[in-house]
């Protein structure tokens, strides 16, 4: 990763972080958006912090799954603008280590690399779509609501711009940005925004089942699957199905492909090793 290296998360044990909470069970790992008093709304740091806890869990070979949740009724307000203007509004966090670029989260999501499951029980405005739309999955309760209102700040949500352009077309990019307006979950729904609709008393057992589902899957080709998508949008049409076909032969050679269809062979659970 561009922001963290792997020699920069061997110090995750030892960071004490201000503004998110993480929890690493098994091959899962959860990270807590924890600013509920300021609507989760993210400072410099906070975006540092969320951008190291995405590293650590791209270069952790035993996590498969991330899941990403918030404390309180908004699940992300966007960036904290006063922080983000005022230096002296932004508590520093001097145990994390220094970050090699500024903090894009846009990025950082892509770089992870493993599917992120959202679990979206509040709304979602302006900076917040950065997660939501870099995560594989975002499971919303039909309450939740999610908007762009920069431009009723005389601002314009650049960067999701970014993010957006992969989920939906240009045309509702440009209809969000302009008016401002609030789309309800099952409007998100229609858009691909998001994947799964959960009542609030369920999304938590639908969200850990799914992840559960994942982290059974191969891991080492869940990653290869999602670099290789990644990297077509790159490559000349007619060249596609050349490239896939060189990467498949590649897992082809992997002691988990090998494993997968012995297992297969012998009528059991695979023994999944990442390698």
Not at 3 to 10: A, G, K, N, P
Not at 189 to 206: N, P, S, W
Not at 235 to 243: A, D, L, R
Request: charged residues 25%.
């Amino acid at each position: 990763m561009r922001f963290y290296t792997e020699e920069d998360i061997q110090a995750f044990d030892t960071v004490r972080f201000l503004h998110i909470k993480t929890a690493k069970a098994g091959h899962l790992f959860t990270i807590t958006l924890a600013r509920p008093e300021k609507r989760n709304a993210f400072t410099p740091t906070m975006a540092e912090e969320i951008t190291y806890a995405l590293a650590y869990a791209h270069y952790q070979t035993d996590i498969r799954c991330v899941i990403l949740k918030a404390e309180g009724p908004v699940f992300c307000a966007g960036a904290d603008l006063n922080a983000f203007h005022d230096p002296s509004a932004n508590t520093v966090n001097e145990l994390l280590p220094r970050i090699h670029e500024e903090a894009r989260m846009g990025d950082a999501f892509i770089e992870l690399l493993k599917p992120c499951i959202a679990q979206v029980e509040g709304p979602v405005l302006a900076g917040g779509f950065l997660m939501i739309c870099g995560c594989t999955f975002v499971f919303s309760v039909p309450e939740a609501t999610f908007s762009l209102p920069e431009v009723k700040r005389g601002i314009w949500p650049m960067q999701v711009m970014a993010s957006l352009a992969r989920i939906v077309p240009q045309r509702k990019i440009l209809e969000m940005s302009i008016t401002g307006k609030p789309y309800s979950a099952t409007e998100a729904v229609e858009m691909g925004l998001v994947t799964h609709l959960a009542d609030k008393e369920v999304i938590e057992v639908q969200v850990n089942a799914l992840a559960s589902l994942i982290c059974n899957s191969a891991p080492l080709a869940i990653q290869s699957g999602m670099r290789s998508l990644q990297e077509l949008k790159h490559i000349p049409q007619n060249e596609q199905h050349t490239f896939l076909k060189s990467e498949l032969d590649k897992l082809l050679q992997t002691a988990d492909a090998k494993e997968g269809a012995l297992a297969f062979k012998e009528k059991r659970e695979a023994v999944w090793k990442g390698k």
